[in-house]
């Protein structure tokens, strides 16, 4: 724990946390491949979902959000050409409507009484 403290420059040291909190974070994303895992398994429980059935996903972290974030993009059928191509040849299909257009986050209630929430981020869709 010491060595990544002293390894980590001052400044980058954010407040109140220890400092090899995010070194640990990192590992254990790094180790269950849990970036990976995530897009397949919203895609594989979309599939599964009945009509009007909802999937709701908690992160903790902006890399996880931002694929939470995408892969409902992706199943609510918003094009995924790039910029570059003259016309749609994706043809993606909605499978999912997003149930408010940003994450649910914790209230500063919420954080006070539970610090572990603080970087929270609810995504909630319903397929369609
Ligand atoms: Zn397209």
């Keep these: 724990?010491?060595?990544i403290?002293?390894?980590i420059p001052k400044k980058a040291r954010?407040?109140?946390h220890h400092p090899a909190k995010r070194t640990f974070q990192a590992?254990?994303?790094e180790v269950n491949r849990e970036l990976d895992v995530i897009g397949p398994a919203i895609c594989d429980i979309a599939d599964s979902l009945g009509q009007k059935g909802r999937i709701a996903v908690i992160t903790f972290h902006s890399l996880e959000d931002r694929i939470v974030k995408q892969t409902f993009a992706g199943l609510t059928g918003t094009c995924v050409c790039p910029p570059s191509?003259?016309?749609?040849?994706?043809?993606?299909k909605p499978v999912l409507k997003?149930?408010?257009r940003r994450p649910?986050?914790?209230s500063a209630e919420e954080i006070e009484a539970n610090p572990r929430a603080r970087s929270a981020k609810l995504r909630i869709a319903e397929r369609v």
């Design 1 to 3: 724990m010491s060595l």
């Design 5 to 7: 403290k002293n390894a």
């Design 14 to 16: 954010e407040g109140g």
């Design 27 to 29: 590992i254990r994303i």
């Design 85 to 92: 191509f003259p016309v749609c040849v994706c043809d993606s």
């Design 98 to 100: 997003l149930a408010g």
């Design 104 to 106: 649910v986050l914790p």
